[in-house]
């Protein structure tokens, strides 16, 4: 017996006469990441990259080159994507997906403790971003991953 395409096979009965039936459901067994891993490698990817001076004080930022993105947007970007990251069950993510994001987590922290470094104008508006990173990535990797690698 067929239901919308998908095989039913029938279980057994119980005391009450009742019928259960398992649908087997076609699994999508693939090697591609979850997309918000790919998300978050993306805004990684773009925070490492970013090239240019300290983005300066409020003045420059808004009025100098106001279209262009600053490093602290790069770093905002990736933290939303950690975010958004969390909200992904963790039978949706393998232990090499939180190994990578956490490589990925460590190069961009040292980019921000050197854009910290470089420019002592940025430092109170990066340096809580350690923390959240850090926090973030903490929350991820002791709720785990379940999903087989």
Avoid: C
Wanted: net charge negative; no cysteine.
């Amino acid at each position: 017996m067929e239901i919308r395409g998908y095989s039913v096979a029938k279980l057994g009965r119980i005391s009450q006469g009742a019928e259960f039936f398992l649908v087997n459901y076609p699994i999508a067994m693939s090697t591609e990441r979850h997309h918000a891993v790919q998300t978050l490698h993306e805004r990684a990817a773009t925070a490492l990259s970013h090239t240019g001076t300290a983005s300066g004080g409020f003045w420059r930022s808004w009025f100098g080159k106001p279209t262009k993105r600053q490093f602290a947007d790069d770093v905002r970007a990736f933290v939303v994507a950690l975010d958004y990251l969390l909200d992904v069950p963790p039978t949706m993510l393998t232990r090499s997906d939180l190994t990578s994001v956490g490589e990925d987590i460590e190069r961009v922290v040292e980019r921000v403790e050197i854009q910290i470094e470089s420019s002592p104008d940025d430092a109170a508006s990066l340096a809580p971003t350690i923390y959240v990173i850090r926090t973030r990535y903490e929350q991820l990797y002791t709720r785990g991953a379940l999903k087989a690698d």
